[in-house]
């Protein structure tokens, strides 16, 4: 068809919401405001980060790192034939179509109270770093790594 799809959430932390920061509805709509589309080549990774404001006119920063995986086309993968023509045809015919590599969208995306582009730009990039790159980090560990911190008391232990 037209080459647009719908965006979906396929993984989310936490995994349910939380009473005083809910879940923003819609954010895959957000994520990609020109719609989903395959693309025929692999994009440069982009970042941007929007302000939200809820219903309580409470500020959420919204960090998106999106990148480009490659997906198979829905081509079919040989061509159909009515068992007629010149024998040069059918062996051209019979061979398998290579089909269109094509790219599509996936985003990684950040909602916070607290505006810290640069923070929220380097945690998405190492998000997409351990993705691409296949390590065997836990993602579920990545990330509440990256979300806690310790702080502490004063005057007391290192």
């Known amino acids: 068809g037209s080459g647009d799809g719908q965006g979906q959430i396929l993984q989310r932390f936490p995994e349910k919401d939380w009473e005083d920061n809910p879940f923003p509805q819609g954010i895959e709509l957000f994520c990609q405001p020109s719609g989903w589309q395959l693309f025929p080549e692999r994009n440069p990774p982009t970042f941007f980060v929007a302000v939200l404001t809820d219903i309580n006119s409470e500020r959420h920063y919204c960090a998106c790192f999106t990148f480009w995986e490659a997906v198979e086309s829905p081509q079919p993968q040989s ?5 007629e023509g010149e024998e040069e045809e059918e062996e051209e015919a019979s061979a398998p179509v290579q089909p269109a590599q094509l790219f599509a969208p996936k985003s990684l995306v ?34 509440g790594n990256l979300l806690t911190c310790t702080i502490p008391i004063t005057g007391g232990a290192q």
């Open 79 to 83: 061509h159909a034939r009515n068992g």
């Open 110 to 143: 950040l909602v916070s109270r607290l505006d810290h582009a640069e923070v929220f730009r380097n945690s998405l990039g190492l998000i997409y770093t351990i993705y691409v790159d296949g390590l065997s980090a836990s993602l579920e560990n990545v990330i």
